[in-house]
């Protein structure tokens, strides 16, 4: 028996050793591709020597004698903090992400490849400006010399998942930063998807006004009566199932409608400003990643410097500010993309109909490599209005007519896309009317261009706007017979027919995503518009004071105030306020009777730290599953936040719109009020089964947690520990700091879509400007850089956005000097 144990001890000892011998190794090994910052390296190529001086905060500020160098260094540093992002990004955009991650991604590459996202960017190379071609030439180098350094010294690969995944990383090309950039106009993309739910509900009610009430077109003049979806396909059945679509999983960039985009900017001019100089905020909103899509970087041109928020593998500031100008943007919502229902030829399904008769598909094979599996070959279709894509994508193949495809028309799938060159002019821009000059290159995606210089604010819509015929079917709300001369895109309207808002006498001007004009079609620039709440709390912040200040702004940026909750409570609520017969300690009345004491205390702060938000939030979601549910069925599920227009429709009776409260199965009919009494009594029931305890023990940020996960480790037992960043957070789906809802089962109110960045300049002192990203600057775990920004960001705090060179020497974390090798 001594023996024996003797024997075990001896194996659990070497186990242990052998354990803790793996460990270090594999720490080695991850920490062998951690950059010294604090270097000098000799570059073949390079002509003249480049400094990059990383701040205390590891933004690099990057000096050279030309412009080029600067972007030689810009991809330089990307390539050293973010290789992992810029390699996975450009694999999706290339789609090849199964020559990795096997038959789970084949159906995003498909999409992507039927999209030919990157063929349509190596395309538009040419297409750019002589000044733009050299940047991304240089760029690259930058990039290609750092992953030369990596090879040569053994630099652990580059980053710690090249050790789980292929170590091949091929060099960076210039058609490699447009596709990224169109890459990210897929991730804002929402009029498709839009298209196909409207058509979908609408056949499935067959009552125009009904429809209106779910999917509303923002409140104002000019409401349009939609068209009966079964005139225009006849031969589609009305079906509750719920939509047919692809897996594509957590690393698509197709996201579904409500995480589509969004983005706060707001500007005031020297009368509305404290201290007599222009101010400017953004905050652009997209999906939570470890590390964030967004990289903080310094360049100092020709021009002169620039410093803001850039995306790895693309050479540009896409929101900041120069020593003259600042910029930032949001998302348009400008209708950039229309469905097609394209009829085949019944003697010849290669063959669709055109207004001149039928034609051949433009057709080509392809073959994508697959890890692990055999390569799969799919035929690439394509006709006059744009590529087809198959029915199990975006739910369409639910709202085809037999004998029909669907193709797809938008602006974002053009092979001579100048939107790099408008950025990058845009960097240079010396004052407002420059930069509104360098929007006219841009073509997609649309965007909403916030400028101001020391003396003008501007807000200008910038992209392509098709040009749609006046008799158009649908307006391009529903998808249409594709063969039709009124339904087709007659080309792009010109520039001028984009809004723009310069010097307003108000002094202020912004926008959350919300409805900028009020225009006949086809100038309406879109039916569906991101916001209809956030902009009410803005334009009260702006209204209650004079003037402002940079504090100011940043109270706004940071407002958690929820429109919506102010708003909507007390129509839910009306009829339940301080009602019903006293019930005793722990029976359901007495649980719903203290909520709704606490809901009416309560000023509709979406705080973490409160009770209140988690009651508001649980309440309205289940409230709308109930009012939806019985009509839709299955396709509720596709409704997954809280549609605060429809509410309130609901709870006015607009239109009759009360009728979404009887249940249609059962016998008796049930009001509005009833059908929020039990809406709250089954939400306090999830919440009592979900957290337990107390009414007054929940907490919001409990639920509100931000999930920024690593795209690809991130569900990898005992590895997401460590590449997984959680933090409670206040704001929600409607508040100016946006925190937008997961929406689904089992976290519904994880925080997983918001301010990446938020930078907001003040120009009577250009260098007390701030700004932050939600997590850090670098993309490697084992990295200080990692996350160090992150619990600034998530407690509303900041840090400079200087230009003074002397500040980022002087506390700097390494300087790097790039300098030619000697021949």
């Known amino acids: 028996m001594a023996g024996l144990f003797r024997w075990l001890l001896r194996l659990f000892t070497a186990a242990i050793i052998l354990a803790a011998l793996a460990g270090t190794t594999a720490y080695y090994l991850a920490a062998r591709s951690l950059p010294d910052y604090d270097d000098t390296l000799a570059i073949a190529g390079l002509e003249a020597p480049i400094e990059i001086v990383r701040d205390n905060a590891n933004v690099p500020h990057i000096f050279a004698a030309s412009d080029t160098d600067v972007f030689f260094g810009l991809g330089f540093a990307h390539a050293q903090d973010r290789l992992w992002q810029m390699t996975m990004l450009r694999r999706t955009a290339q789609g090849r992400l199964s020559e990795l991650f096997g038959a789970r991604t084949l159906k995003i590459d498909e999409l992507i490849r039927r999209l030919d996202i990157y063929g349509l960017a190596q395309s538009s190379v040419k297409a750019q400006d002589p000044y733009t071609t050299a940047a991304l030439e240089a760029y690259a180098a930058g990039v290609n010399a750092w ?3 990596v090879n040569s010294d053994a630099r652990g690969r580059g980053a710690p998942e090249f050790f789980l995944f292929t170590p091949e990383v091929a060099l960076w090309q210039p058609a490699d930063s447009l596709a990224i950039a169109k890459l990210m106009g897929v991730r804002l993309a929402t009029h498709l998807e839009t298209e196909v739910l409207r058509a979908r509900v609408s056949l499935l009610l067959g009552d125009e006004a009904r429809v209106r009430d779910l999917l509303p077109d923002a409140p104002g003049p000019g409401l349009a009566a939609l068209p009966d979806y079964a005139a225009l396909a006849p031969g589609v059945a009305p079906s509750a199932a719920p939509l047919t679509r692809a897996e594509l999983g957590p690393l698509s960039p197709f996201v579904p409608r409500a995480f589509a985009s969004a983005s706060n900017a707001f500007a005031a001019a020297p009368s509305r400003s404290a201290a007599g100089g222009t101010l400017l905020a953004n905050d652009p909103h997209l999906g939570f990643s470890a590390p964030s899509i ?41 209708d950039d993309q229309d469905v097609f229902l394209e009829q085949l030829n019944p003697e010849n399904p290669e063959e669709y109909r055109t207004p001149n008769g039928f034609r051949p598909f433009e057709s080509r094979r392809i073959i994508i490599r697959v890890a692990d599996g055999a390569p799969e070959t799919i035929t690439l279709r394509w006709t006059e209005n744009g590529p087809v894509l198959p029915g199990d994508h975006f739910g369409l193949g639910s709202i085809t007519p037999p004998g029909h495809v669907t193709a797809l028309g938008w602006t974002l799938l053009n092979g001579a896309d100048t939107s790099m060159s408008a950025a990058l002019k845009l960097m240079r821009a010396q004052n407002v009317d420059d930069a509104l000059e360098a929007g006219r290159f841009f ?42 001369d009124e339904n087709r895109w007659q080309g792009w309207l010109n520039y001028a027919a984009n809004p723009r808002f310069l010097a307003p006498e108000s002094g202020i001007l912004g926008n959350t995503n919300n409805k900028t004009v009020e225009r006949p079609f086809p100038l309406h620039v879109s039916f569906d ?154 939400a306090l029931l999830w919440l009592s089964e979900t957290y337990g305890g107390s009414l007054e023990s929940l907490r919001w940020g409990a639920a509100h947690q931000a999930w920024h996960d690593h795209p690809v480790l991130g569900e990898v037992p005992f590895l997401k520990w460590f590449v997984n960043i959680r933090q409670p957070t206040s704001g ?92």
């Open 147 to 149: 992953i030369a350094r």
């Open 529 to 682: 518009w991101g916001d209809t709440q956030r902009i009410q709390r803005w334009k009260r912040l702006m209204e209650t004071r004079e003037v402002h200040t940079r504090e100011s702004f940043i109270e706004a940026q940071l407002d958690t105030v929820s429109f919506t909750a102010r708003a909507l409570l007390p129509l839910i609520g009306r009829d339940l306020w301080f009602t019903g017969e006293p019930a005793p300690l722990g029976s359901p009345e007495r649980r719903r009777q203290r909520a709704l004491e606490l809901l009416a205390e309560w000023n509709g702060d979406m705080n973490e730290h409160l009770p209140e938000p988690l009651i508001y939030a649980a309440w309205l979601r289940r409230l709308q599953d109930r009012l939806i549910r019985d009509d839709l069925g299955p396709l509720a599920n596709e409704f997954t936040h809280v549609e605060p227009l429809f509410i309130e429709r609901v709870f006015r009776d607009i239109d009759g719109a009360s009728a979404w409260c009887d249940i249609r199965q059962s016998g008796a009919v049930e009001s509005c009020t009833e059908i929020a009494r039990r809406s709250l009594d089954e």
């Open 732 to 823: 929600g789906d409607n508040t100016l700091n946006r925190g937008l809802t997961k929406g689904g089962d089992p976290f519904p109110f994880a925080n997983v879509h918001g301010a990446g960045f938020r930078g907001v300049y003040d120009f009577a002192d250009p260098d007390s400007s701030v700004f932050v990203i939600s997590t850090g600057q670098s993309g490697h775990p084992l990295s200080r850089h990692y996350d160090d920004l992150g619990e600034l960001w998530r407690r509303g705090e900041y840090i400079p956005m200087s230009l003074d060179p002397d500040l980022a020497r002087a506390a700097a974390v390494g300087v790097t000097r790039l300098v030619p090798e000697a021949p």
């Open 443 to 484: 073509i997609a995606p649309s965007q909403n261009l916030v400028v101001v210089d020391h003396d003008t604010i501007a807000m200008q819509t910038i992209g392509a706007m098709p040009r749609r015929l006046a008799g158009h079917q649908s307006e391009g709300r529903l998808p249409v017979p594709g063969w039709k």
């Open 294 to 334: 967004w990289y903080l970087a310094r360049l100092e041109l020709a021009s002169g410097g620039v410093i803001g928020a850039t995306i790895p593998g693309m050479p540009a500031v896409m929101a900041g500010r120069s020593a003259r100008l600042g910029w930032g943007m949001t998302s348009s919502y400008m």
